[in-house]
């Protein structure tokens, strides 16, 4: 299996051009609300426990799981990520403004999209055209950033 490092990099060369990097620092974070939102939307209402489970948070320990796999520090971000993921779809949820499903899809389908155009400016194909793995390694590549700004070691 490939490092963290490894991965990253491979991911960075298809992502050099400003305008396409800085729709998915929009976009990625964006995508991975909405995954967790639709995902959360699924209740696991058949086990008996005192609250709410669903399919989001089982997703979620699975994703730490694989970014611990990866860096022994890059998944504590990625977890408090997914926790404020998980906070954001409890808000909404409670609001009853829209159903978070709804929210979730319309935010899903509308990133993708920025993503695509951000690739067509770039010139190259997303990633996970090559690998469906660098659909985990872009919110990881995006966390490094955020590490290395803030003088962490991934």
Request: net charge positive.
């Amino acid at each position: 299996m490939p490092t963290l490092n490894e991965w990253l990099s491979e991911y960075g060369q298809s992502h050099k051009n400003e305008t396409n990097k800085t729709i998915h620092w929009i976009c990625v974070p964006t995508i991975f609300f909405s995954i967790v939102g639709l995902l959360y939307s699924i209740k696991l209402t058949f086990l008996k426990i005192d609250f709410n489970l669903n399919v989001a948070m089982i997703a979620i320990i699975g994703m730490i799981a694989y970014y611990f796999s990866l860096s022994k520090t890059l998944w504590i971000g990625m977890l408090i990520f997914g926790a404020a993921c998980l906070g954001l779809c409890y808000l909404i949820e409670r609001s009853g403004i829209l159903p978070l499903w709804m929210v979730s899809l319309a935010l899903f389908v509308a990133a993708w999209l920025a993503q695509f155009y951000g690739h067509k400016i770039e010139g190259a194909k997303p990633s996970f055209l090559k690998d469906l793995q660098f659909l985990m390694i872009g919110p990881a590549w995006l966390m490094s950033f955020i590490y290395q700004r803030l003088g962490i070691n991934y």
